[in-house]
């Protein structure tokens, strides 16, 4: 397959999981004050993954559900990513507001640069450094909103900063996820997605017993499911169905970085989306998801340039 097939075919899937996934956290922090942050994954995935199995089933057929000996690791990723990944960003959803949360998912193209230079030693660039630097810094404005003193103060601004950091303990799960799946080269991105989110789920049904137990969580009537019934539907089949499957495909044909670095265009629109539902942000915010965005794009950029005069 030519260079130009597979950028077009990653650029058509990642266009898939921008369309799905700009909508989620305005969605899903509006979802919370009747479905828990812990039933509200465990419900998306589970409704999720019937129609996963029915699709990989009769698309490669019932024998692309054996695991062929490597269960174990993807079980470990697909608890990771998909476990880990709800379990963090919903509960810390429900401190934070959704624009913080997107511009915080936004930071997993540096982060990765970050973990590779930790993990195999490959230093990057000073140019990439500084545009991590930067990055990091337009985070900074937005979570802290230009007063960073003012964030550990008792108060729903310590608030706020706590939903924060579980968002980002969830957005370091999803880079562990993303990495992954370079491990399983002879399995398609369907099949990887099926195989990693039926023990997600799994581990999601177990997160949301032990909740229950301890009091943090609650089984949702029938009445309440119902009431949300199309946000449901939407969790369901928009943002893992089809978000999931268009990142992992994304992720086959550009490479994670390029996926993650496509993906910046979705705070823009969950900040478009806030905007309209009436939410004002003060020019500190603005100007922090701008140096998010530009600084990403500017590394990005950079990363081409000195691969075409490789």
Known sequence: MSSQSH????????????????????VAKRVLPFVDAFSMGTVRYAIGIVLLVAILAAVEGVEALRYEGRFAAA???????????NAFVWYGLGFT???????????????????????????PAGFTLGCIAVAF???????????????FAAGAASATLLGDFFVFLGALSWIAYTLAAARFPRWSPLRWTVLTCLPGTAGLVAVNYLAIEAGISSVPSLSTL???????AYFAIGTVVLGVLGFNFSVKYLGPLNTLLSLNLVPVGVFAIEAALGARFTPVELAGAGLVVAALVANNLFLRRAAARA
């Open 7 to 26: 950028l077009l075919k990653g650029l058509a899937w990642v266009g898939v999981s921008i369309l799905v996934w700009v909508p989620l956290f305005p």
């Open 75 to 85: 079980a470990l990723f697909g608890l990771i990513g998909i476990t880990g990944f």
């Open 97 to 123: 507001r959704p624009e913080h949360a997107s511009i915080i998912m936004a930071t997993q193209t540096p982060l990765i640069a970050i973990l590779v230079w930790l993990t195999r030693g490959l230093r």
């Open 137 to 151: 810094a337009g985070v900074l404005m937005v979570v802290t909103r230009g007063d960073p003193a003012g964030v």
């Open 226 to 232: 119902g009431s949300i019934g199309w946000q449901i």
